[in-house]
C-alpha cells in the first residue's frame, strides 16, 4: 500500500505535477513576451543620456 499524501493515487500525482509544468511554462512564456516588449521598446527609443550608474540604479530598482 503506497502512500501519496493528499493524493488519492499515481494518477493524481502525475496530474497535478503536468498542471505545474503548464503553469510554469505558460509563466516564462509571459516573462519572454514582456522581455521582448521593453526591448524593442528600448531600440526604438535609440540612445539614453543616462550615465553608467544611472542605468545601473535604474535596473536594481526593476526599471521603475
Known amino acids: 500500500n503506497q ?5 488519492g493515487n ?6 497535478e505535477l503536468i498542471r505545474e509544468r503548464q ?9 519572454i513576451e514582456v522581455l ?3 526591448l524593442i521598446k528600448a531600440e526604438e527609443s535609440g540612445f539614453t543620456d543616462q550615465s553608467p ?5 535604474e535596473i536594481k530598482n526593476g526599471f521603475g
Do not use: D, M, P, W
Not at 3 to 7: A, D
Not at 23 to 31: D, V
Open 53 to 57: 550608474v544611472e542605468i545601473l540604479k
Open 3 to 7: 502512500q501519496y499524501g493528499r493524493y
Open 23 to 31: 503553469l510554469q511554462e505558460q509563466e516564462t512564456n509571459r516573462a
Open 10 to 15: 499515481e494518477s493524481e500525482v502525475l496530474r
Open 36 to 38: 521582448r516588449a521593453r
